[in-house]
């Protein structure tokens, strides 16, 4: 075994599993750049047979990406594995991921195949796959509830077709961290060509145990892979967290006794930007990324950590990118210190017109605003990524009018495709009636779900508002995101671009957890 951990990131792929977290192909590819900035092992940019949109987001990350390996999900049939090949063509390092269920409960229930048809279609895949890309990836889907006999033979099996890596899910986050441990090194135990392949392991946040249950998978039984999003972001309650597992290893690398290749100082803008880009708000407490991880209330832990840090902190909040909150542009800024600024955040805009609708969009804004965070910049060239076609609704002015004992006002003026519409309503607030104006207008039937509101930097008054909206349609969950100053517009912004996602229809593949 190599003391080398490889970081397998699934935030494109598992982690846009998680209800409204959908990504379009722009925001995907900037999600990318800053993974690689971050210095992940292994992308998984999505699952590309599952839809036109996702082969194409996968694509363009093959692309672009150099220095870590691109991965595509895949079932386990011919159909999806030249679906994924054909994504990843460009890729300098290509690899499939392919899976299928090998617990006797799904097996039977969703499958409807039996232990023979599994085995042969695992080897199939396995053997197809080999012959298109050179590094294979192979999954049980609930392999952590499969009866370990049969997991076994099936694992023999896919490695002897050429499976250089094996990952055993907990799909379910049913495992508890000893258990598990012992039931990875019992498998590599009992493959006899388990030497020949990489162990992975990849676990559900369910009990709260994903990071833990990783962690006993790689110190007990052995893996030297763990899959983990940023943030934990997935469906249900998540996934393993990546921050989390990587400044384990790191701080305690006095029990682990492993290496990483990840860069810790870009884990805080990685978490930023996915949680500005799918909506799902960092909550303060969480370990590493959240806002209250290095913050002391309590007077006996401020006067340790000012007499000495590692009193009460184990780790340096700049060594997992804190310190990078910091004022970097202004209302004199020019444009090429803007496009600068653009590229070391890893926000490619593809075209000199694009950049320029973003600058300008910069100058309105630092005339609002005296001073401009990173955050501000993720959050304007968020706005800004969304392409014509994929625009169908977008705002043009908003007014608004509220007063003590006054039932607030609103006006609104927005397109929908070629056509303008002016809209205004009453409501029991500004944004109340802002949303009802919107919807008296297109009556789409949609329902709301969730509106949060969360400042997109701190200190300040002066702050844009990030405005969350979560819609639900026909069977469909979107989340929309909106920021600007006025926490009224962000909300009118966040309402139209959920309609966006939901105008969109995305068809989607389910994939496996």
Not at 133 to 140: H, K, M, N, R, T
Not at 177 to 182: A, C, I
Not at 222 to 250: D, F, H, P, W
Request: aromatic fraction near 6%.
């Amino acid at each position: 075994m190599t003391d080398q951990l490889i970081i397998f990131d699934t935030t494109l792929r598992d982690g846009e599993q998680s209800p409204g977290a959908s990504m379009t192909r722009d925001e995907k590819l900037r999600i990318a750049r800053q993974l690689e900035r971050l210095r992940v092992d292994v992308i998984e940019a999505g699952f590309a047979a599952s839809s036109n949109g996702d082969f194409e987001a996968v694509k363009a990350i093959a692309n672009h990406i150099k220095d870590s390996t691109v991965c595509s999900l895949a079932r386990a049939n011919d159909r999806d594995i030249s679906r994924a090949a054909e994504a990843l063509k460009n890729a300098p390092r290509a690899r499939i991921h392919t899976f299928i269920a090998t617990s006797e409960l799904h097996m039977e229930k969703k499958l409807r195949m039996t232990r023979d048809q599994v085995f042969e279609q695992a080897k199939q895949a396995v053997r197809f796959a080999r012959n298109l890309v050179g590094d294979i990836e192979f999954s049980p889907e609930d392999g952590y509830r499969s009866d370990p006999d049969f997991l076994c033979r099936v694992l023999e099996a896919v490695i002897a077709e050429g499976a250089t890596t094996i990952n055993i899910p907990d799909t379910v986050g049913y495992a508890v961290p000893e258990l598990y441990g012992e039931f990875i090194r019992n498998l590599r135990q009992r493959v006899p060509n388990s030497d020949k392949a990489v162990w992975s392991v990849h676990c559900h946040n369910d009990l709260g145990m994903a990071v833990a249950n990783s962690l006993a998978g790689v110190k007990i039984g052995g893996a030297r892979q763990i899959e983990c999003t940023i943030n934990g972001l997935g469906e249900r309650a998540g996934n393993c967290s990546l921050e989390e597992v990587v400044m384990a290893v790191k701080t305690r690398k006095d029990y682990f006794d492993l290496t990483l290749g990840i860069d810790t100082s870009q884990i805080v803008p990685a978490s930023r930007m996915v949680s500005q880009t799918t909506g799902f708000v960092v909550q303060p407490n969480k370990a590493v990324v959240g806002a209250n991880a290095f913050a002391h209330a309590s007077g006996i832990h401020q006067d340790g950590v000012l007499k000495a840090r590692d009193t009460y902190e184990i780790m340096r909040a700049e060594d997992v990118g804190w310190s990078a909150n910091k004022i970097v542009l202004g209302k004199l800024s020019g444009r090429n210190a803007f496009k600068q600024r653009l590229q070391e955040l890893g926000i490619g805009l593809e075209s000199e017109s694009e950049v320029n609708a973003a600058f300008a969009r910069f100058k309105d804004l630092a005339d609002r605003k005296s001073e401009i965070f990173d955050e501000d910049i993720i959050a304007l060239a968020s706005d800004e990524s969304v392409t014509s076609e994929q625009e169908h609704y977008r705002l043009l002015a908003l007014s608004q009018h509220s007063e003590t004992g006054e039932r607030p006002q609103a006006s609104v003026v927005f397109t929908a495709g070629e056509v303008e519409y002016k809209a205004s309503s009453d409501g029991n607030g500004p944004v109340d009636a802002s949303l009802k104006a919107i919807e008296s207008r297109l009556n789409t039937g949609a329902e709301l779900v969730l509106y949060s509101v969360n400042a997109i930097t701190s200190g300040s008054t002066e702050s844009q508002g990030e405005v969350t909206v979560r819609l639900q349609h026909g069977g469909r969950v979107v989340n929309g995101v909106g920021a600007d100053p006025d926490i009224v517009v962000a909300s009118a912004k966040a309402y139209l671009a959920a309609l966006n996602k939901l105008h969109a229809k995305l068809e989607r593949v389910a994939a496996q957890g």
